[in-house]
């Protein structure tokens, strides 16, 4: 439905006023007051009519039709705003049902002539309209309160999080991939991004909430990327102008901490279709406007680009209830950022959608039913007496990837505490959404694992204290017991630079995090931990290495044996047959400096989800296996 249509609705709810006239005629009818305190040149008036009754004046219905349908052009040339509710159009309506008391009022009045003396008369000069205001408040009103009295399970996201929400499993997938991290921070990614710009910096919006409304991770071919729609300032865009180009920021862990290494790429086309600057032919609400209002509201707008690079603009768009005042996905309009011809609406649950898209159900809109459900499932009086089992996000809804599925990963706080209730994971395409309680671990949050890892570096222990954290992000993780894992893994930053990698246990978050200058290295560490873990099956069968290659450092020794590279610490050979992790390390090394001497060296390990746990040298005496 065009918006054109609400605005003719607006036009009634201020002209249309039905008044009993015996001498009413079809068409128009011209009265004479005889209402002495009027001027001559007002006592004449000109009513459009039907027989028997008055419809409205013809003044003033002209008089609206020129000031709504200027506004309606007005919008549809520049802002195209439009109302996709019915409750939008009865929240709007309130102030035009207002204006058509006053019309009604002082119509009556020169017809008849006189004040109203009794109640039946005042309801005959006012008509229905207070009544209908008074009903529409109430509507609005109640409209509001009915969400947080539960039982949404309509909506699916509420509906799937309600079946999980004793779920105490480890999630589906899992950390399974180094580069699947995301490391580059927001505030990061913007630095990136206004320097991308340029020369064309002076034309460009770069404020930072400005750049985040249209910057949107995403997964292309395989890749984590944040992408860029750059925007012109204000009234910078004239016509048709065209922005020269998008940008992405590949987020890359392995090389993030290389010296010259620039995750920047810019796009050698530019886009002329936009989303909140003026150009009469390329605004994406213009397709809104013409075509779903009353219908469908925006919920959220994202640029996105396929595999091959080239860009779009995603409107996500949603029903909005009319007696709870929520809002439920039901379409994605995939609009072409070249050509706002090319456009195609797909139901959210429409197999065609193309592969490419990753984000079917877009942030704003998963965080909203994440906090309805946590705060408000169990119904406002539950709520206004005790607060056992609910929550509410402690952060925005983050994209992650595990096992190259994309995830918007939202922690949940347990309400007026710092405990982590648990955390819900909502597949960003199929839109299924799984809680993982862990209400009965007591797990810390991001805020305590935070504090945890700047304690530990103001103690000096690793002789860093001025490292900062900028984001953080809770993960499963597989252990090299078998178990799965929640920890925190926070990307270190000296400047703009990398450092480190700090992990903190969810759960055991008061041992010492686990520090790493690689991304790779500190995962290994983390996972060869115990961390109270009881590792169920696992034998210690001795095996023999030659070694072909190997060094040691202080923290560490590398070492290649049946054409495989193991590194190994002394906290991985705490644990193991032998259990004399000291004496196994200075064996180890004993052994690599032979090699370095001689180049031939043979040694016996034990060894689990490739992870050396034990050490035995024969060059030296100090730890022995049993045969």
């Keep these: 439905m065009s918006q054109y249509i609400v605005w003719f609705l607006l036009w009634f709810c201020v002209c249309l006023m039905p008044v009993g006239y015996k001498q009413a005629k079809f068409g128009v009818t011209k009265i004479r007051s005889d209402f002495s305190g009027l001027p001559e040149f007002f006592q004449n008036a000109r009513f459009v009519s039907v027989n028997g009754f008055i419809l409205f004046p013809l003044g003033s219905g002209i008089f609206w039709t020129i000031v709504l349908g200027g506004w309606a052009i007005f919008q549809d040339f520049t802002f195209a705003r439009w109302n996709g509710s019915i409750l939008g159009l009865l929240s709007l309506s309130i102030i035009f049902l207002l204006l058509g008391i006053v019309n009604r009022f002082i119509s009556v009045f020169y017809i008849r002539g006189r004040e109203p003396i009794d109640v039946k008369e005042q309801i005959q000069y006012s008509g229905i309209r207070p009544f209908i205001v008074i009903g529409t408040v109430i509507l609005l009103m109640a409209t509001n309160i009915t969400p947080l009295m539960g039982d949404l399970d309509f909506n699916p996201m509420f509906n799937d999080l309600n079946e999980s929400v004793d779920n105490t499993d480890a999630p589906t997938n899992y950390l399974t991939n180094p580069n699947e991290v995301r490391v580059i921070s927001w505030y990061l990614a913007t630095q990136y991004l206004e320097r991308s710009y ?54 890359d862990p392995a090389n993030m901490s290389n010296e010259g290494f620039d995750p920047i790429h810019s796009s050698e086309e530019g886009f002329s279709v936009h989303v909140s600057q003026i150009s009469w032919a390329n605004r994406i609400d213009q397709i809104l406007f013409d075509e779903y209002a009353l219908d469908l509201v925006k919920v959220q707008v994202r640029f996105d680009i396929d595999d091959e690079q080239n860009p779009y603009w995603i409107v996500y768009l949603g029903e909005r209830g009319i007696t709870k005042d929520v809002v439920t996905m039901e379409k994605i309009l995939i609009i072409n950022a070249r050509d706002i011809n090319d456009h195609t609406a797909y139901d959210v649950d429409d197999p065609n959608i193309p592969a490419w898209l990753e984000v079917v159900y877009p942030d704003y809109y998963v965080e909203d039913w994440a906090s309805l459900w946590g705060e408000w499932r169990e119904g406002i009086l539950y709520h206004s007496f005790t607060k056992t089992h609910l929550s509410t996000p402690s952060d925005s809804a983050r994209f992650i990837v595990l096992s190259g599925q994309t995830y918007w990963y939202i922690p949940m706080t347990q309400l007026s505490s710092d405990v982590l209730a648990g955390y819900i994971l909502v597949d960003t395409r199929s839109g299924e959404a799984v809680y993982h309680n862990r209400e009965t671990k007591s797990l810390a949050n991001l805020y305590t694992a935070e504090e945890q890892v700047y304690a530990y570096l103001s103690s000096g222990a690793e002789g860093f204290s001025q490292l900062r954290i900028d984001e953080g992000y809770l993960y499963p993780i597989m252990t090299d017991s078998g178990n799965v894992r929640d920890a925190y893994i926070f990307p270190l930053y000296s400047g ?132």
Excluded at 522 to 546: C, F, H, P
Excluded at 552 to 581: F, K, P, Q
Excluded at 601 to 626: C, H, K, M, P, Q
């Design 496 to 627: 703009f630079s990398i450092q480190k990698f700090a992990i903190v246990d969810a759960e055991e978050y008061t041992q010492t995090p686990v520090l790493e200058t690689n991304l790779e290295s500190a995962l290994m560490k983390y996972n060869s931990r115990s961390w109270g873990d009881v590792e169920e099956n696992i034998t210690y069968d001795w095996i023999e290495w030659q070694l072909e290659n190997g060094y040691c450092e202080e923290e560490e020794c590398v070492v290649t044996a049946n054409s495989t590279t193991y590194v190994i610490t002394e906290e991985d050979l705490a644990d193991g047959a032998i259990n004399s992790g000291a004496n196994e390390w200075r064996e180890l090394k004993l052994a690599v400096s032979e090699f370095e001497r001689t180049g031939n060296v043979t040694i016996f390990v034990t060894a689990n989800s490739e992870r050396v746990n034990d050490v035995d040298y024969e060059g030296s005496d100090l730890v022995e296996r049993e045969l």
């Design 198 to 251: 340029g020369d064309s910096a002076s034309s460009l919006n770069a404020e930072e909430w400005q750049m985040m409304d249209y910057t949107a991770p995403s997964l292309v071919n395989g890749e984590f990327v944040w992408i860029n729609a750059p925007i012109f300032e204000a009234w910078k865009w004239t016509g048709g102008k065209e922005v020269p180009f998008y940008v992405t920021v590949v987020n």
